[in-house]
Every structure is written in structure tokens, then in C-alpha cells.
């Protein structure tokens, strides 16, 4: 049983939109903060953007604020990132996690984490 898993990533050029989907296997899902986090090789994870159990608070990265916003549908156990306005320095593997606490910002909060998927932005 795998817990966690986001998929959607790919190659796409600067200026494109891509949306990344991360899908739950676990009954509590709709009590958890959903978090999306980003790295690069040699550096340490990067918080995105978290959306709260119920979606009516959402949380940005000041780098995709205006850009990027993410969406939950607790029925269907999914997590969203939507993508808008792709720059260069968006590129990364980027992570789905599940916590449940309101410091939303830092990886020591969430419990579970998805397996990543690699986001390339080309210029």
C-alpha cells in the first residue's frame, strides 16, 4: 500500500503551466495539511505551498506567489499544485507531504511524503 504518491511533472518551457497531483491512500486524509516542497540536487528541501484539511487557507512561497496555488479534493483523496508562469528557477523534484500542523514552512512537520516528481523548466 503506498500512502503518498504525486505525479504530473515533466519538461515544459519558460512562461508554461503544468499542475502536479498528489493522491492519498489513507482514510484521514481530509484532516491533514497538504504541503508541496521542492529540491534540487545539493540543496535542502524548499517549501512551496500547503493548502489546510478543510482548503479555505493556503500558504505560498514568496518565489510562486501569483503563480502557483493548490487545490484539495478530500472525497477523491487528492492534492493539487497548479503551476502558471514557469520560470527556470522553478525546476526541481518536487514533493508531496502530509502533516498536521499549522507551522506549514518547515519538512519536520509533515509525516508523510510522496516520491517526487521532476519539474524542468527550459528557457
Known amino acids: 500500500q503506498v500512502p503518498l504518491v504525486e505525479f504530473g511533472g515533466g519538461l515544459v518551457q519558460a512562461g508554461d503551466s503544468l499542475t502536479l497531483s498528489c493522491a492519498v491512500s489513507?482514510?484521514?486524509?481530509?484532516?491533514?495539511?497538504m504541503g508541496w516542497f521542492r529540491q534540487t540536487p545539493g540543496k535542502e528541501r524548499e517549501f512551496v505551498a500547503a493548502?489546510?484539511?478543510?482548503?479555505?487557507?493556503?500558504w505560498y512561497h514568496d518565489s510562486v506567489k501569483g503563480r502557483f496555488s493548490v487545490s484539495r479534493d478530500n472525497t477523491a483523496k487528492m492534492a493539487y499544485l497548479h503551476m502558471n508562469s514557469l520560470e527556470p528557477e522553478d525546476t526541481g523534484v518536487y514533493y508531496c507531504?502530509?502533516?498536521?500542523?499549522?507551522?506549514?514552512?518547515?519538512?519536520?512537520?509533515?509525516?508523510?511524503w510522496g516520491q517526487g516528481t521532476q519539474v524542468t523548466v527550459s528557457s
Open positions: 507531504a502530509a502533516g498536521n500542523h499549522l507551522d506549514v514552512y518547515y519538512t519536520t512537520n509533515y509525516d508523510q
Open positions: 493548502i489546510h484539511w478543510n482548503g479555505e487557507s493556503a
Open positions: 489513507r482514510r484521514s486524509f481530509s484532516t491533514y495539511i
